[in-house]
């Protein structure tokens, strides 16, 4: 047998969601372009993009990438980007209860109308940003262990965790 024999080229939908500013576009842009945007503008609708990863099985990953709009007039949409989602990535930011309050609220829409097997990732942004820490990282490990989540921490600014969190939800697909 050969040395790829279980090589395999995957394409997989994922939508991001969360609170508006929470920096979704930004994680997004980090992975698709390695870039950091600090004049990055507010979500209209949502926005696609896709990014190919290697993992090292050599198996191949395509995200097609759903980036929705955080702002609560464009919530009805949602629905449209999560239904047939394979991965679901609920981003909120470390500095904002607010936005972790929302995190919560993802989890329960998409445990009642996600698909059955999404696989789900809970993702804590603007690490960076420690000295205006105000969620701690128990309490999204914690979240996230509840509900069959992965978790992480990144940050868009530095690039800390980015490509681990894509090659993590690459491993876990079924
Ligand atoms: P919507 O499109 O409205 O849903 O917002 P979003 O979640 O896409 O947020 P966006 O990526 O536009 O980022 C919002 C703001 O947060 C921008 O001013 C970014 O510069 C900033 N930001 C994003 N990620 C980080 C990060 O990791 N660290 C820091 N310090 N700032 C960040
Ligand atoms: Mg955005």
Not at 95 to 123: C, N, R
Not at 134 to 154: C, H, P, Q, R, S
């Amino acid at each position: 047998s050969s040395e790829n024999a279980d090589a395999k080229n995957l394409r997989v939908k994922l939508v991001l969601l969360g609170d508006s500013g929470v920096g979704k576009s930004c994680i997004v842009l980090r992975f698709v372009r390695g870039e950091f945007d600090t004049t990055s503008k507010v979500t209209v609708g949502a926005s696609f993009l896709s990014q190919t990863i290697a993992l090292q099985d050599s198996t191949t990953v395509k995200f097609e990438i759903w980036d929705t709009a955080g702002q609560e007039r464009y919530s009805a949409l949602a629905p449209l980007y999560y239904r047939g989602a394979a991965v679901a990535v609920i981003v909120y930011d470390i500095t904002s209860p607010e936005s972790f309050k929302k995190a919560q609220y993802w989890v329960k829409e998409l445990q009642k109308h996600g698909a059955p097997d999404i696989v789900m990732a809970l993702v804590g942004n603007k690490a960076d940003l420690h000295e205006k820490r105000e969620v701690l990282t128990d309490d999204g490990m914690e979240l996230a262990e509840k509900n069959g989540m992965f978790f992480i921490e990144t940050s868009a600014k530095t690039a800390d965790n980015i490509n681990q969190l894509f090659e993590e939800i690459g491993k876990r697909l079924p």
